[in-house]
């Protein structure tokens, strides 16, 4: 075996490792999120494959669910733009909560913020990919049961997220919660910048392409 396959077997295998960890975190999450940053338990690459998996279980989601829980109207359906909320919103809350965390003595780097927020996500992928399945099983009168471990999952995950900010930025429950709530309001500031950004990009362009065609029509 050369070394250069050694290598990448031994990269492969701790890919594996860290990302098996993850199901450690989600039920261990004070040890096992202080592990996953300090101790180097976790991966990036683990995290983005966690990422990953989230966008397949919304894709899995809106296309194998039964029509009594998900009836997406085909015609208006766009799957790339289905995916990209996702992508960004998860984007802008790991850099918010790193700028903010920055000016409130927190100790989290951006990359562990990343992969703690996507190590939270595992019970997402763990519950909501069987309840496709599961979708097709009940009946209407069944339904409760759907919606309760969908929000379930939802619920244990945003409590994982803190769980999370409390590990990597050594703070407390409280100032978890604050520092989420702040980050939450960055997150609508940068949204709001943004929109203003490209709203006056369009307004630029349409003002220059007034002047053009207005010394277009004098001059010619």
């Known amino acids: 075996m050369s070394i250069k396959s050694a290598f990448e077997k031994d990269k492969l295998i701790h890919l594996v490792k860290t990302l098996r960890y993850s199901l450690y975190v989600i039920f261990h999450p004070f040890d096992g ?38 009836w997406p109207q085909w015609e208006y359906f766009n799957l790339l733009m289905e995916i990209i909320p996702t ?18 003595d927190g100790k989290g780097k951006l990359g562990q913020i990343y992969m703690a927020t996507a190590y939270a996500m595992t019970p997402y992928i763990l519950i909501r990919m ?31 997220v803190l769980c999370a900010m409390m590990m990597v930025h050594d703070y407390s429950l409280g ?3 604050f520092s989420s709530i702040l980050t939450i309001v960055g997150m609508m500031i940068i949204i709001f910048l943004i929109v203003m950004f490209f709203s006056l990009i369009t307004q630029s ?14 001059l010619y």
């Open 205 to 218: 362009f349409g003002y220059f392409i007034s002047l053009y065609k207005e010394v277009a029509f004098r």
């Open 175 to 177: 100032k978890a919660v």
């Open 33 to 70: 999120f202080w592990d996953l940053t300090h101790e180097k338990r976790g991966s990036k690459g683990a995290a983005t494959i966690l990422l990953a998996l989230v966008l397949l279980t919304q894709v899995w989601t809106w296309t194998y669910s039964s029509f009594l829980f998900y």
């Open 87 to 104: 992508v960004v919103l998860f984007s802008m809350w790991c850099i918010s909560n790193w700028s903010l965390t920055t000016l409130m």
């Open 130 to 160: 069987p309840l496709v399945l599961i979708s097709h099983l009940l009946t209407v009168e069944e339904s409760s049961y759907y919606y309760i471990f969908s929000n379930f999952a939802t619920i244990w995950c945003v409590l994982l």
